[in-house]
């Protein structure tokens, strides 16, 4: 269901003057009758037909003095009102728009196919634009005002809805949608150019061999698109449990436990975080743990869970290159309330981290795989990266696309050695480094 069709009353449509008082009062009224969430899992034509009689009703029972006509046009403009979002609607129905950025009531802008454009529209004025927010925010039960000004939040549709307000913001409130990301099969992504055929065939025999994964690039890349069509590839007698801050993750398989970490509430209690459900699921007994986005200390949680059995674990981390997300995973765990030295974090993302697949953003909106490393480093060894698969990318075309190729480099013989225990094929494209300098490695610290 879409966001527009759960949310409830704007007032885009100018109510002023005097029926643009009743509108509102009766939409207030009508609001404070109906149950939003009941409301949401109504089709829209039904869920119109009850706001009208709800409303005939209430508009009964007052009894203003009004024609039969007049009586039709109120109850036709307050539930107009009551059902839309004004001009965010159409953008919302839009499925090629993945995120609607709003600026300040005079700027908005979206991100279609992984372009940004600004609209020819804007808000009447930056207290209807609140309006609009307060409307969304309201139906998770959130609020947002000086003493909240800064709100995240999943909608029961899906949508992930981040909003910041003045005086953070210095150019009025801005709302940031972003669109419950489609799932996308492998062969999806390979028909959108973002890997080729042998790196699909190697993906899969390292998920199948339980290879600890990990998925990094920035904000939008994919990772979690990545990190989903992945897990599809978890054999289905497995038991998954996914910890995600929103859940974002559609897998298929039946024996999947979903967790979703929660924000405190208005009294800064009850937060649970992703670190508390990455303890609780390995008291629950799991095949694979799959975690939306490693951002804090849970990194050393999940790294002693990857190091200690929990083999074939997947996560994405927020970075720019393979050796980032291990600098990163590495700076995550050393925030953790637990010290642990250096050269100990170190010598725990060596034996953990098995796989580094790099996702970027072209700037031409294409998103690909751009490295896929094997981390052949042990112990406190500087961390040696492999690097099996790339995308080589040439100079943007007059046409705005960049074009490319994927590249590909023999495996490590342990990795090699460990599919073939997993009764994994190494792909031929691939094929097996005879001797270290084969191998397309470098270091890092
Ligand atoms: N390989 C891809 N090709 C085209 N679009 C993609 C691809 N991967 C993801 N997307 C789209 O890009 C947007 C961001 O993807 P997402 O996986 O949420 O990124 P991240 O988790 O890195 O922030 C979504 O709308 C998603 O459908
Ligand atoms: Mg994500």
Do not use: C, W
């Not at 307060?134 to 609020?143: A, G, Q």
């Not at 208005?266 to 095949?287: A, C, F, H, W, Y």
């Not at 970075?319 to 995550?332: G, K, V």
């Amino acid at each position: 269901m879409s966001l527009r069709a759960r949310i409830s009353t704007p007032e885009e449509h100018g109510s002023r003057g005097e029926d643009g008082h009743l509108v509102a009062a009766y939409r207030a009224k009508l609001l404070e009758e109906i149950d939003l969430a009941e409301m949401s899992a109504l089709a829209a034509a039904e869920r119109r037909a009850r706001l009208e009689r709800v409303l005939g009703h209430i508009i009964s029972r007052e009894g203003p003095v009004l024609s039969t006509a007049e009586r039709a046009q109120l109850i036709r403009r307050v539930v107009d009102e009551a059902l839309g979002l004004g001009i965010l609607e159409p953008l919302l129905e839009d499925a090629s728009i993945t995120e609607i950025m709003v600026n300040g009531p005079d700027a908005v802008f979206v991100e279609r196919g992984g372009r940004v454009e600004q609209l020819p529209l804007r808000f009447v004025s930056a207290d209807q634009l609140m309006q609009t927010i307060e409307r969304i925010v309201s139906t998770v039960n959130r609020r947002v005002d000086e003493s909240n000004p800064m709100v995240d939040a999943r909608l029961p549709s899906g949508e992930r809805v981040n909003v910041i307000i003045p005086p953070l913001s210095l150019t009025g409130p801005i709302l940031t949608i972003r669109r419950f990301p489609r799932s996308f099969t492998l062969q999806e992504l390979v028909g959108f150019g973002s890997l080729d055929e042998p790196m699909v065939y190697l993906l899969a025999g390292l998920v199948q061999a339980k290879f600890n994964v990990i998925v990094s690039g920035a904000t939008g890349t994919g990772k979690t698109t990545l990190l989903n069509a992945l897990s599809g590839l978890i054999p289905p007698h497995e038991r998954i449990i996914t910890i995600e801050d929103s859940a974002e993750l559609q897998l298929q398989q039946t024996h999947v436990v979903r967790l979703e970490s929660r924000p405190p509430n208005v009294e800064g209690k009850g937060q649970v975080t992703i670190r508390d459900l990455v303890r609780n699921s390995l008291r629950m007994r799991p095949d694979r743990i799959v975690v939306g986005e490693v951002r804090g200390g849970e990194s050393l949680d999940m790294l002693q869970a990857m190091s200690t059995g929990h083999d074939g674990s997947l996560a994405t981390v927020h970075a720019n290159s393979a050796e980032d997300a291990l600098t990163r995973l590495q700076t995550l765990a050393s925030m953790s309330d637990v010290e642990v030295p250096f050269e100990a974090l170190h010598d725990q993302i060596n034996s953990a981290v098995d796989v580094l697949v790099q996702l970027t953003r072209f700037a031409d909106g294409a998103r690909r795989i751009t490295e896929i490393a094997l981390l052949d480093s042990h112990g406190g060894e500087p961390y040696r990266l492999a690097t099996v698969a790339r995308f080589d990318a040439r100079p943007m075309t007059a046409d705005g696309r960049v074009y490319g190729a994927f590249r590909y480099f023999p495996l490590p013989r342990r990795t090699a050695d460990r599919l073939y225990m997993a009764s994994q094929p190494v792909p031929g494209a691939f094929g097996v480094a005879r001797s270290a300098d084969q191998l397309a490695t470098r270091e890092a610290r």
